[in-house]
Nanobody, 115 residues
């Protein structure tokens, strides 16, 4: 059973930066898609960044130019670098790994941006 584990969340002021990490606990060189999603209470989880097997990336409009998703296959870990954070970025961030065997979400890490 693949169980991704997030880390790196916390409290930061507006304009600050955080880097989230996702230990995929599987060989990410074989993953077809990896992603980060954000969820706030009462709302659906939404993808904010994706990276494919071929390293193509995609971003939600609200984070383009501020967030960067990247991977380190040697560590089976991928990351979300978040810069110029604003209060609207607040939420629980979940990492997602898709392989030929299934689709897996992590447990989430809280990110809070204070104004």
């Amino acid at each position: 059973q693949v169980q991704p584990v997030e880390s790196g969340g916390g409290l930061v002021q507006t304009g600050g930066s955080l880097r989230l990490s996702c230990d995929a606990n599987t060989d990410i060189a074989r993953a077809t898609v990896m992603a980060w999603g954000r969820q706030i209470p009462g709302k659906e989880r939404k993808l904010v960044a994706t990276i494919s097997y071929g390293r193509d990336t995609g971003y939600a409009e609200t984070v383009k130019g501020r967030f960067t998703i990247f991977r380190d296959n040697t560590k089976n870990t991928f990351y979300l670098q978040m810069n110029s954070l604003v209060p609207e970025d607040t939420g629980i961030y979940y990492c997602y790994v898709q392989t030929t065997r299934g689709m897996y979400w992590g447990q989430g890490t809280q990110v809070t941006v204070s104004s």
